[in-house]
């Protein structure tokens, strides 16, 4: 069975078919990216697999459990996290604070214990910043743990929105993006840490990106989409030397 199931996924925006008959099947540790021309529904996929939007049709089911109509919240309970096109992070927040608050809702103590500063409290907080320190660590942002998140370089800040994506324990991670607005070494580095990610964590990772050489050179499989339709899918190398690719997307 595979870990992401979507079938026949679409949504309609007052007439315009944002994203029709969307299909794919990731396995576990895969690394599929998805790719296609400004408005081609990428981000809307994304906004659909999140809870965001509700889809019109179709259906996706994680882990073989249903998701379709559940809210952001169900759905990141059940372990899809993401990141977004235009980094949202808590700008006046450490770096460390922001990636704590992914951690929330795996650790809790209750409001009592946190006022009364009770046992419980200090073990529970002790445990987060350990794994948040951990979390920052896989990223080289250890050293930045008490910088606001506003304060970081661009390249970094994207970073960070992945290790707080990671922090809610995820099982699917969405990257809308991730190399949008890097220099080639920025993102020669993402691309080693995406890589790095997904072996450690043995994590299964969707990737939206423009940047082709990213592309390339770490997702194993791709779907085009286009129109809001799948104008391609299959082995990156394949698809990306498909003439229709070519002419709709990649030009020449
Ligand atoms: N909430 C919405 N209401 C109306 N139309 C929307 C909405 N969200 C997206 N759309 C439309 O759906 C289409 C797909 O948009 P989407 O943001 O998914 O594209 P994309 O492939 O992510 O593009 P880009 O590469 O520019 O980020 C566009 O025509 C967009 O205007
Ligand atoms: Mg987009």
Redesign the pocket.
């Known amino acids: 069975m595979a870990l992401l199931e979507v079938k026949n996924l679409g949504i309609v925006?007052?007439g315009?078919h944002?994203v029709e008959d969307f299909n794919l099947s990731l396995e576990k540790g895969s690394l599929y990216g998805l790719i296609?021309p400004?408005?081609?529904?990428?981000?809307?996929v994304f906004n659909m697999l999140t809870g965001v939007?509700k889809p019109t049709t179709g259906t996706f089911s994680l882990d073989g459990k249903k998701l379709t109509g559940k809210s952001p919240v169900e759905i990141s309970k059940a372990g899809i996290a993401r990141t977004f096109?235009n980094i949202r992070l808590f700008k006046n927040l450490s770096a460390i604070d922001n990636v704590k608050l992914g951690l929330h809702n795996q650790m809790k103590y209750s409001t009592f214990e946190a006022i009364f500063r009770l046992p419980r409290y200090f073990t529970t907080e002790k445990k987060m910043n350990e794994k948040a320190m951990e979390l920052l660590k896989v990223f080289a942002l250890d050293d930045e743990w008490d910088t606001l998140a506003d304060n970081l370089p661009y390249g970094k800040q994207r970073k960070l929105e992945i290790a707080r994506a990671l922090a809610t324990n995820p099982k699917l991670l969405l990257l809308d993006?991730p190399a949008a607005g890097m220099n080639p070494s920025e993102t020669q580095d993402l691309m080693d840490t995406i890589r790095f990610v997904r072996d450690k964590f043995d994590m299964t990772i969707l990737l939206?990106e423009?940047d082709m050489k990213l592309v390339s050179g770490i997702c194993e499989e791709v779907t085009v989409?286009n129109f809001?339709t799948e104008l391609a899918k299959g082995k990156t190398s394949d698809v990306l030397n498909n003439p229709e690719v070519i002419t709709a997307y990649l030009g020449d």
Not at 38 to 44: D, E, H, L, M
């Open positions: 925006f007052g315009l944002a296609g400004n408005g081609a529904g990428k981000t809307t939007y096109q993006e939206i423009h989409l809001g």
